[in-house]
C-alpha cells in the first residue's frame, strides 16, 4: 500500500509553536503563532500523454507579536530550526516596536469553533502510481475515438494549527481534490469540458466527469456563427459560480461605508444592507458546516468563521470586515473577511433539461473563461464562453455555435433570473478562485449581454 499524502500533525504543530513563543522575551508583549502546511500530488496531460507529475511539501509559520501599546508586528518564515524562528520572532518585535497603529488584542478565551471533518483518508492514499491509473483510461478511450484529450487532477493534504499567549489552541487537517478534463476533436473544431472539486475524494465520480467531457465535445462539433447580442441564456452552475464569486468579493462592508461601488451608496454613508440587490428568491450563505461547501472555521489569528447570510431572498443581509473594525459593528471578532472560503447559492428546482424546454430562443452555456472585472461600479465583468456553447431554438438544442465573448454584471444578471435549479458542488478551480469552494445551481438570465463573437474553440 503506498504511503499516504503526509498531513502534519496537531502534535508536530504544538512543539514548533511552543519552541517560538519561548523566545519571546519582551516584558507584557503578546504573540499569536500560526503554523500552516499542505502536501501536494498533482498530475497533468495532454494530447493523450502525461506532462507532468509531482509531489511538494510546504510548511509556513507566522509570528504575531502584539506589544502592551497595541502596536504589532508580523514575520512569516518556512524554516523551523532555532536560528530561523528566533530571527523570525526578533523580526516581527522590530515591526512592532516602529508600528504606529494599534490593532485589537488577540482572542482571551477560545471561540466555539464549529465542528467539520474535511479529511479525506481515500484523498491521501492517491500517489503518483495512483494518480496516473485514473487519467490512463481517458487517454486512452480519446486516442481510440481520434479525440485529444488533456486534464488535471490534484490532491491537497492541509493542516492549520493556531495559538496564543492567552491559551486559544485550534487545530484542523483537510484534504482538497480537483479533476478536469478538456475534450477536443482532432481539427480542432470542438471542444468539451467537465470537472468537479471537493474535500472528499468518493464524491468526485472519475469517469462521468470523463463521459460527459466526451460528449460535449462531440455535440459541440462543427459550430456555426450567430449574430452577438441578447440572449435568453441558460447557465450552467460551474458559469454561475464564476459570476457570483464576484459579487461575494465584492461583499466588503469597509468599502461599501466609505461610499465605494458596489455596496456602498455616498462617501462616509451607509452601505446598502438592507436592500434587495438579487432576484428574490436568490439566498447566499457560507457556513463552515455546509457539508458540500465546508472549509476550516477559523482563520490564521484564530478568528472564528461561522454561519453567515450575505443574501436573504435577494436582500443584502451581511457584509464582511476584519477583527480590527468589529467593534464598531457590535462583535468581537470579525465577519469571514476578506473573503469567505466558501459560499452557497440557493436556486430552485428546475433541471437544465426543463430550462431548455421553456426557451423559445437562447443559449447553453457550460463555462466561461476566468472573467475579469471591467468596471467596479457596476460590477461589469467580461469572458468568452468556452468548451460547449449551444443554441436553443424552440424548446430543444438546434446547433452548437461559435464560441462568445460576453460583458455583463453578475448583479444585473441575478436580478433578471426565469428559473432557478437545484444547486450542487462546481468545480472551482483553486488557481482562478482562490479554492473558494463553491455551492451553485443552473440559472436561466434574460438578456444576457453577448458583444462579440469569440474564433477560438
Known sequence: MADPLPVTSREECELIAKRAMAMLDTPDA??????????????????NQPLASGDSTNLMVQLNVRLATGHSGLALTNRIDE?????????????????????????????????????????????????????????????????????????????????????????????????????????????????????????????????RAIQKCVDSAHPVAIEPGRYTTILEPEAVGQLMYFVIRAAQRRDAEEGNPPFGQTPSGPSKIGMRMLDARISVTSDPTDPDAQYTPFNWNGTRYRRVPWFEKGVLTSLAYGPQDAEKYGDNEGLEGPLPPAFRMTGGTASIADMIKATSRGVLVTHFTPPVETDGLSL??????????????????????????????????????????????????????????????????????????????
Request: with cysteine.
Open 83 to 211: 536560528a530561523s524562528l528566533r530571527t523570525a520572532v526578533q523580526n516581527a518585535r522590530d515591526q512592532a516596536a516602529i508600528a504606529t497603529v494599534a490593532v485589537p488584542s488577540f482572542p482571551r478565551q477560545a471561540p466555539a469553533y464549529a465542528r467539520v471533518q474535511m479529511l479525506s483518508e481515500p484523498a491521501l492514499r492517491l500517489d503518483m502510481p495512483a494518480r496516473s491509473a485514473l487519467a490512463r483510461p481517458m487517454a486512452l478511450v480519446c486516442r481510440g475515438r481520434s479525440l485529444v484529450s488533456s486534464g488535471f487532477l490534484s490532491v491537497t493534504a492541509h493542516s492549520l494549527f493556531v495559538t496564543n499567549s492567552f491559551g486559544v489552541s485550534a487545530y484542523n487537517a483537510s484534504t482538497r481534490c480537483e479533476y478536469s478534463v478538456t475534450v477536443r476533436d482532432a481539427a480542432g473544431s470542438a471542444s468539451g469540458w467537465a470537472g468537479h472539486s471537493h474535500d472528499d475524494w468518493t464524491k468526485i465520480d472519475v469517469a462521468a466527469i470523463n463521459e
Open 30 to 47: 503578546s504573540v499569536n503563532v500560526s503554523v500552516y502546511s499542505d502536501s501536494v500530488g498533482t498530475l497533468r496531460w495532454a494530447r
Open 380 to 457: 461589469s465583468v467580461t469572458g468568452n464562453t468556452r468548451d460547449g456553447l449551444w443554441l436553443i431554438e424552440n424548446g430543444a438544442i438546434s446547433k452548437p455555435i461559435k464560441n462568445l465573448r460576453f460583458n455583463d454584471s453578475p448583479l444585473f444578471a441575478f436580478n433578471n433570473v426565469e428559473h432557478l435549479g437545484e444547486p450542487v458542488r462546481v468545480y472551482g478551480s483553486s488557481a482562478e478562485q482562490g479554492a473558494c469552494s463553491i455551492v451553485a445551481p443552473p440559472v436561466t438570465v434574460l438578456d444576457f449581454n453577448f458583444t462579440s463573437l469569440s474564433d477560438a474553440v
